[in-house]
Nanobody, 115 residues
């Protein structure tokens, strides 16, 4: 399964580093995505990274502010959140979807941006 960590309460303009770790399988061979779900809204894709760690994709809310990366030695994927805004408040989830793993989600980590 997947475990997210690093969420918390931060003021607007602040930063957080979210981490996604895997247990039971080797994360490094799979593409990994980060999603978020705000209260009353559908879950949305934020960013994704290929297994090679080079090919990345950001959805519009994340462009220029968030950075996705992976450390295959540590079997983790990180989402760095910078210049956070109140509208970034959500539960953030990491996801692996493949033929061998199925659709795997973590429990999520809460990010709250408020003054």
């Amino acid at each position: 399964h997947l475990v997210e960590s690093g969420g918390g309460l931060v003021q607007p303009g602040g930063s957080l580093e979210l981490s996604c770790a895997a247990s039971g399988f080797s994360l490094y061979i799979y593409p990994v995505s980060w999603y978020r779900q705000a209260p009353g809204k559908e879950r949305e894709l934020v960013a994704a990274i290929a297994s090679n760690g080079i090919n990345v994709n950001y959805e519009e809310p994340a462009k220029g502010r968030f950075t996705i990366s992976r450390d295959n030695d540590k079997n983790t994927v990180t989402l760095q959140l910078n210049n956070l805004k109140p509208e970034d408040t959500a539960v953030y989830y990491c996801n692996v979807r493949s033929y061998t793993t199925g659709d795997v989600w973590g429990q999520g980590t809460q990010v709250t941006v408020s003054s």
